[in-house]
Nanobody, 128 residues
Framework: QVHLVESGGGLVQAGGSLMLSCAAS????????VGWFRQNPGKEREFVAT????????YYANSVKGRFTISRNNAKNEVYLQMKTLQPEDTAVYYC?????????????????????WGQGTQVTVSS
């Protein structure tokens, strides 16, 4: 089991920045890929970004590419999502998710069904 807790959400004006953090605990000694997703009421959970266990590979949704950066510090069991040039359409509850992966493979995951563990979410609201 991996327990995930997001933090760093809040209210920001358009054009502003926020950094989200995802703290992992539990079975963190086994390699895990992490993804960030977001969701608004009545809509499906949307992929935002993912990072492999070693932190060497990342992948982003087109809507955030060039504005968001995902990174991780495995010594601290933390994953981050730096968000810049935020727009009102970025408003959502942001979730981090994790899935155990083989240690010797570079694995990037983009579908919610591929992840086993989820945080409780943190609200990001961007005002115009």
């Amino acid at each position: 089991q991996v327990h995930l807790v997001e933090s760093g959400g809040g209210l920001v004006q358009a054009g502003g920045s926020l950094m989200l953090s995802c703290a992992a605990s539990g079975r963190t000694f086994s390699p895990y890929t992490v993804g960030w997703f977001r969701q608004n009421p009545g809509k499906e959970r949307e992929f935002v970004a993912t990072i492999n266990w070693g932190g060497t590979r990342t992948y982003y949704a087109n809507s955030v590419k060039g504005r968001f950066t995902i990174s991780r510090n495995n010594a601290k069991n933390e994953v981050y999502l730096q968000m810049k040039t935020l727009q009102p359409e970025d408003t959502a509850v942001y979730y981090c998710a994790a899935a155990h992966v083989p240690r010797d493979q570079i694995v990037l995951l983009t579908y919610p069904r591929e992840f086993n563990y989820w945080g409780q979410g943190t609200q990001v609201t961007v005002s115009s």
